[in-house]
């Protein structure tokens, strides 16, 4: 689905550069759930913004279903963006003025999508996060276990390809967390689609098929049983 091969990533830092990112390599198989884990600062999200062409490597190439994206257009990155892929964060990123059932329904208007097939598709995913009750609240509105339901229920509307998620649970109480992970589980297989999350939170994994840990710029697979068992 997408192949990270060799990337490198520096940003400037005082007189010199840092390197976050050093010859990394990845591939997401289609509809696998992926974790990357590692202390702050790590370059959890900086690899995760190079998974969701957000950003370009400077060095290795990124290639999307055999497509190598280094010589592509920018408005090429945001066509596949738009299209193939969606996003969740940790502060959620809803839109305020907006109803539950607007906020998921944004990306398929952003894709001019037909008002019958929205309806459809926006319904399916709003009845998969169990929030069917709650279309005409506004954000503000629900709780953050509730908020993260719906950015995932947005992130999903699109039937991406890949969902990237930063942190989803990073503002979520324990117990709301686990919830909103396993949701994202059962719904990564209903939905076939491949699943890359960044946490910093080990009760996650065991809910992951891969781990990598990200140690000094390198990235280390970590032996990781999925506990198919945690899944309701
Ligand atoms: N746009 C930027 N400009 C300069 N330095 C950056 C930029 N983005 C990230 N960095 C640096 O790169 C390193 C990795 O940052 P990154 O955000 O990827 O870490 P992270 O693992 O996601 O951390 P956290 O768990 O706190 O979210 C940090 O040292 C950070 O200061
Ligand atoms: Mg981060």
Redesign the pocket.
């Known amino acids: 689905m997408l192949t990270l091969d060799c990337v490198s990533k520096s940003?400037?830092?005082g007189q010199g550069y840092?390197k976050?990112l050093d010859q990394v390599s990845l591939t997401l198989e289609p509809g696998r759930f992926t974790a990357l884990v590692?202390?702050?600062?790590?370059?959890?999200?900086?690899?995760l913004n190079l998974c969701g062409l957000i950003d370009r490597p400077n060095e290795g190439r990124v290639v999307w279903q055999e497509e190598d994206l280094s010589a592509v257009s920018d408005a090429r990155l945001t066509e596949i963006r738009r299209q193939r892929l969606g996003f969740v964060f940790q502060s959620f990123n809803l839109i305020p003025v907006m109803s539950v059932w607007d906020n998921i329904a944004y990306p398929l208007m952003l894709t001019q999508t037909a008002k019958a097939e929205q309806k459809r598709r926006v319904n399916e995913v709003i009845d998969a996060v169990g929030l069917s009750d709650f279309i005409r609240k506004r954000p503000d509105e629900l709780s953050g276990g509730q908020r993260q339901r719906v950015a995932i229920a947005r992130a999903l509307v699109k039937q991406p390809a890949l969902i990237i998620a930063d942190?989803p649970t990073a503002s979520l109480d324990e117990d709301t967390a686990l919830t909103v992970i396993r949701l994202m589980k059962t719904l990564s297989h209903q939905f076939k689609t491949t699943v890359v999350v960044?946490t910093?939170d080990s009760r996650l994994t065991p809910f992951c098929e891969r781990v990598y840990q990200?140690d000094h710029g390198r990235l280390l697979p970590r032996v990781q049983r999925a506990k198919e068992e945690l899944v309701s």
């Open positions: 940003y400037a830092s840092q976050v590692g202390p702050s600062g790590c370059g959890k999200s900086t690899l942190e960044a910093h990200l």
